[in-house]
């Protein structure tokens, strides 16, 4: 939890520079006609890869620190309105065709991911004030003495923090600002966070925090590099043997009946099958299931 925090901190999440009691600043937006928002974060922390076998490398704890968007109020402490503007991440669908362009000859995938996606975003709209719990205060003493001298203190908050409700939306403006100016163009409202780069000829598909992109094998580096000049992502890495949205993918060629060789697909989800399993004859001891 302390990495978490230390990381949203560190990307000036939110301002720490100005620490406020909740109440004066709802006291000043109500003389001044204005329309102010606050919210609390809370702190997560959940084990990833939980189907995953003990010692998995991907089976980890993480720590999360959300902002909670069912406990916001204006400065009438009055349930707050949002834009409710929506997001649109991409399809099941895209992602299968990316794979499947992917398989084209001399084609490969790769898949990256964005760290913190969504507080790379500014948030925008209506100021949104955040009461910070004690556990996550600065360590600074000089900045932990301002809150503990506060009664409720408040701070700005600035990037798109999960949980609030707008932030997919600015995230996913972010983004496709950022790809269309570096030469992606969406393949139409019917294909929602999917791009095609003409020259490179590379099919990008992404959906929150998790890119896919496919295409001839010496232009994926390329494709990557335009991305990464705006947005933060770690390394690509080939697909196979990769976790996409909770499925592990595998690429193998296999030999045609009438000569000649083809790439496919796989798509794994045999430790979730095997956990799911387990979690029944837990449940449910002395009962049997058939082989199959």
């Not at 993918?249 to 799911?276: H, T, W, Y």
Request: with cysteine.
């Amino acid at each position: 939890m302390k990495k978490e925090w230390d990381r949203l901190r560190n990307m000036n999440t939110w301002d720490e520079t100005e620490v406020l009691e909740w109440r004066n600043v709802a006291r000043k937006a109500r003389a001044n006609n204005e329309e102010v928002h606050f919210g609390y974060l809370l702190g997560l922390c959940f084990e990833k890869g939980s189907e995953l076998p003990d010692k998995h490398p991907d089976r980890k704890f993480k720590g999360r620190t959300v902002f909670q968007g069912d406990r916001v109020v204006n400065q009438n402490y009055e349930v707050a309105l949002f834009q409710d503007l929506g997001s649109s991440p991409a399809t099941l669908e895209a992602a299968r065709a990316c794979d499947a362009f992917g398989c084209a000859p001399n084609h490969a995938t790769q898949v990256a991911d964005a760290p913190a996606a969504y507080v790379q975003a500014e948030l925008k709209g209506t100021p949104c004030w955040v009461h910070i719990p004690e556990e996550a205060w600065p360590e600074d003493p000089v900045i932990r003495a301002k809150f503990a001298a506060l009664d409720k203190p408040v701070v700005r908050l600035k990037k798109a923090l999960y949980g609030h409700p707008d932030s997919g939306t600015y995230w996913e403006q972010h983004c496709d600002e950022h790809v269309r100016k570096v030469g992606f163009v969406p393949i139409g409202p019917e294909w929602p966070s999917c791009y095609f780069h003409a020259d490179l000829n590379l099919f990008l598909v992404i959906y929150v925090d998790d890119f896919k992109m496919s295409g001839p094998a010496d232009k994926l580096k390329t494709g990557w590099e335009l991305i990464g000049k705006g947005l933060q992502i770690d390394e690509p890495k080939d697909v196979n043997g990769q976790t996409y949205l909770g499925c592990l993918q595998e690429r193998r060629e296999i030999d045609l009946p009438g000569g000649g060789k083809a790439k496919v697909d796989v798509k794994n989800m045999e430790d979730f099958m095997k956990s799911c399993v387990q979690l029944y004859l837990d449940l449910a001891p002395g009962e049997t299931l058939r082989k199959v």
